[in-house]
């Protein structure tokens, strides 16, 4: 166990050949998080919810489908590190934006409720996905992340469980772009038209806009459009969902993970059976508790084989730490300053190994299956928001 312990930690180390991709994914990163300020500045602050993580992706895609290419050779072992272990550490960091008393303060309704948004959601996105319009199981199951629990963040730490192709990581992350922008503008005019004020009380809205929209950042605008108050109850919910995505990453690890074959051990045939005689009764009695063993042994091989997502574990503890240890206001900042670079160091690497010809491939059904779900967002989570509010 220590020697593996040690083996993990020793693999979150760069190596002297990764330094020429890690600068570059690095400088992407830093470029992506200036023009997202500079893109609010020059709006007015009009283009708040775009993030510098959809930028990333974007620079980093036109880069891998011009420049990149040629240097590649070079730079891959970088840029793959990048989508890796950086992408983890990024994950583990992402605790320290979160503390248990937030979670506390919107009540038990606020979690029940995105408990329930998080799993109907997922669940409806693979039977969609899969089912009917037939999109390939690790979009399916990328996209029902991102719609499901935190947007862009939540799909590329599912991508280490899900194992999915670049392309593929990137079309789940375009839904989120597409239908999270849309969501963003559309909930605050719902309510200033008076649509949702019979259903929905200010308070109930940021609990509604946390449980169902997709990023982060989307909901800090979308929430702040009615007053600051609105904002930090949809922030506080949202972070919430966030929580639930190391429970989440286990549960699909285990659910990923292929049932091994009943192992089968050859028995030596008795005396009796050689010559003939009835063993019926006793060959039943062991055929019995050798499928019963075989069950139970399937059962282990395969809780086995789980790769647990130690990081989101680790994201856990971090925010377990930021609640009950005192920490200064400027730790704090600067380790949310890191997260944000190294989240943002992960999307530029994914970009840079897209290619568009993939995403073409794949059509536009990924795209409607988002469609689809954002409309649920809309409608069913609001239904399950309502009924909840109801209900406690």
Not at 151 to 173: D, N, W, Y
Request: charged share 10%; with cysteine; proline share 4%.
């Amino acid at each position: 166990m220590t020697t593996a312990f040690a083996r993990t930690l020793n693999s979150y180390i760069p190596r002297p050949y990764q330094f020429a991709g890690l600068v570059l994914v690095l400088v992407g990163s830093l470029l992506s998080m200036w023009l997202n300020e500079q893109i609010t500045v020059w709006t007015n602050g009009r283009m708040l919810g775009l993030s510098a993580l959809t930028l990333a992706i974007i620079i980093g895609m036109v880069l891998g489908n011009t420049v990149y290419p040629k240097f590649a050779p070079k730079l891959a072992d970088g840029v793959t590190f990048s989508k890796g272990q950086i992408l983890r550490l990024a994950i583990m960091l992402y605790g320290f934006k979160l503390t248990l008393t937030q979670v506390a303060s919107v009540g038990t309704s606020a979690i029940v409720i995105d408990a329930i948004v998080l799993s109907s959601t997922f669940m409806l996105t693979y039977f969609l996905g899969t089912r009917w319009l037939k999109v390939d199981r690790e979009t399916a199951l990328l996209i029902g992340s991102g719609a499901s629990i935190c947007g862009a963040a939540a799909v590329i730490a599912a991508e280490p469980v899900v194992k999915a192709e670049a392309h593929k990581v990137t079309i789940a992350v375009a839904t989120v772009v597409v239908f999270g922008t849309l969501a963003m503008l559309l909930y605050p005019l719902l309510y200033h038209v008076g649509w949702l004020l019979p259903w929905l009380t200010p308070q109930q809205y940021g609990i509604y806009t946390g449980s169902s929209v997709h990023e982060v950042a989307q909901v800090v605008v979308a929430g702040n459009a009615i007053n600051a108050e609105v904002g930090n109850t949809a922030v506080v919910t949202k972070m919430i969902r966030v929580m639930m995505l190391a429970p989440f990453l286990l549960i699909l690890s285990f659910i990923l993970t292929e049932k091994s074959p009943a192992k089968v051990t050859p028995t030596v045939p008795s005396a009796t059976t050689l010559t003939g005689a009835n063993t019926a009764a006793p060959n039943n009695t062991k055929t019995a508790f050798t499928t019963s063993g075989s069950k139970k042994s399937a059962f282990m091989d395969r809780l086995s084989q789980v790769k647990v997502p130690w990081f989101a574990f680790v994201f856990i503890l971090i925010v377990v730490l930021h609640t009950f240890i005192s920490m200064s206001e400027s730790f704090v900042a600067t380790m949310v300053t890191l997260d944000n670079i190294l989240l943002t160091m992960a999307m530029f690497a994914l970009g840079l190994t897209t290619h568009l010809s993939a995403i073409k491939q794949a059509g536009v059904r990924p795209l409607l299956l988002g469609a689809i779900m954002f409309a649920w967002l809309i409608l069913g989570g609001g239904l399950i928001n309502v009924g909840i509010n109801q209900l406690l």
